[in-house]
């Protein structure tokens, strides 16, 4: 058996199986980068629009909060619930879309599921007392989770929606921060916290042509359920039955979009640049009886710390999650310890990873061969790369969606589409003509913060933070920075970087937000801020361990390896603690119950 099938690692030719993967990854490779993607803005700002919930009318506010929180996701979410449970009840929370949820609130494509159990996905469960309805459920739920979490925590009392940050600045005069938006208002806040996302501006293409087309357009994130029928409930996509639909994109969000307008469109046709690996998602609905058992006093603390010590340090002895994301990493480690203890040297540990990964990937092209049923189709959906080159999806209807008789595979072998026309899309001289096209081309990463946040921070003496981070990130704990005193970023740089479910990250930056407020709160302090020394030590930690654990240069270029473009040296210092998430979260933990407050300044 080849390459591509099922057989085992140990029967591949590795140098062929490197070759291949170097050679599709090269075929990819654009000098351009990220450039070339399109800004949303101008022709289209209207891909930015809100077509979920109206914008209400209101009056500025110009008055003063204790803590300004600026996004409205799950970062938001979390700080505000936890600094409620702080007694600390003056929070605002500031979101461009029309409610809480961030990323659910944006995208309501039908299909669309979280991707890692939803029994760690789904923050404060045990405080909100909710059962996930599946294994992995599917938006609606989630962002009605967002909203239970906003009116539990009394969150939506000052909230701000529709309301875009246009500067926030430190006022040295007041000991507050004063911030400013696009709907005139113009108030301080004591603390701010920033939370805005590393995916929630979204991004076009840059085809030629792509101004041309005349035919119905959207981006998934602002999905058109008024041009398809249906609804992000899953109903069918019913005024779709007599279009020609094109879909530009094949990654976690087409993965899940496709199968609901393979059954729908009358043609659709799928442009591909590069496949996703597709592993087995085996979803199910959680039953009443078990969750009982397993929802004790903390139980969603341990499953998060067993989901994390399962996938890097390989402490625990059982797995709860049971999934492809811990598949991978128990296949890893099984081979690292077959390895006698005197050859777990660096490149015999690194063999034996790439051994596991072999396998791994050759049973998931395996899977593509045994599901479509058209043998070419079958090949152009295999994907040459190793799992963690980009983000692994699973879904049980993705592959089956190219057995449809009306949806075909458009492979552009890399290269990606050649221009858009008025009334299609071309492809190596072919024009495809349809009625709609659907971009699903994901969302800015690796474009400057300040372009994505809609600002940029200015802090003490009017230095902003894009100059203070233009030689790398500098933080402690990625949460504060000196120079910039009472703010405090949720983000996984520079903390446990733990990219595989990337919730458990914010949960507990909240309760490092929680912890130091409520601990200025009890000692008067009306200034909180990191001091260079701990700062730079902290830096100092992080540059000394392997830096961004994911997608490295050897990759097929996206959005984890900077669209394979070298991001030099100041790559580096986005990395996370060098010890691995789960040494981070207990270290974390400790230095908050110390009461200490280890390299922070209260004044």
Known sequence: MGQGTGSSSHTLDKDALRARYRAERDKRLRPEGNEQYIEIKGLFAEYLSDPYMPVVPRA????????????????????????????????????????????????????????????????LLEETGHQPTEKYVHAPEILEHCRRIGRQFGLYDKALFHTQAKSVTWDEGVKAWRITTDRGDNFTAQFIGLGTGPLHVPKLPGIPGIK???????HTSRWDYDYTGGDPQGAPLDRLRDKRVAIIGTGATAVQCIPHLARSAHTLYVFQRTPSSVDIRNNGPIDADWFAKVAGPGWQDRW????????????????????????????????????????????????????????????????????????????KLKAWYRQLCKRPCFHDAYLQAFNEPGTHLIDTDGKGVE?????????????????????????????PLERRAGFDLVGRDGATLSE????????????????????????????????????????????????????????????V??????????????????????GSQDCTPGYYNNEGQDRGPVAKSYGGYPMGPSAYFHYIEAWRQSGKFEGLVFG
């Open 529 to 550: 801020e990191v001091t260079k020394e701990a700062e730079d030590k902290w830096v100092s930690l992080i540059l000394s361990g392997p830096g961004l654990m994911i």
């Open 60 to 123: 500025p506010k110009t008055d003063h909060v204790t803590f300004a929180f600026i996004g409205g996701g799950f970062s938001g979410l979390l700080a505000g619930a936890r600094l409620a449970q702080a007694d600390v009840t003056d929070v605002r929370i500031l979101d461009k879309a029309g409610d809480f949820g961030g990323t659910w609130y944006w995208n309501r494509y039908p299909g669309a599921q979280c991707d890692t159990a939803s029994m760690i996905y789904l923050p």
């Open 468 to 527: 203070y981070w233009a030689d790398g990130m500098r933080s402690l704990h990625g949460v504060h920075v000196h120079g910039f005193p009472n703010a405090f970023f949720v983000q996984t740089a520079q903390g446990a970087n733990f990219i595989a479910n990337y919730p458990h990250n914010l949960s507990d930056a909240a309760k490092t937000i929680a912890a130091t407020v409520r601990h200025a709160r009890e000692t008067g302090a009306r200034v």
């Open 212 to 218: 041309d087309f005349q035919g119905h357009a959207f």
């Open 419 to 447: 221009r858009i026309t008025a009334r299609g899309v071309v492809v190596a001289g072919t024009e495809y003509d349809v009625d709609c096209i659907i971009y699903a081309s994901g969302f800015e990463v690796g474009t």
């Open 304 to 379: 998060l710390m067993n989901f994390t010590g399962n996938m890097t340090s390989g402490t625990e002895t059982e797995d709860l999650v049971q999934d492809g994301w811990t598949d991978l990493a128990h296949r890893i480690r099984a081979r690292i310890f077959a390895l006698p203890p005197e050859q777990r040297l660096p490149a015999n540990m690194w063999a034996a990873y790439e051994d596991a990964d072999n396998e791994k990937m050759s049973e998931i092209r395996a899977r593509a061969e045994a599901v479509v049923r058209d043998r070419q189709t079958a090949e």
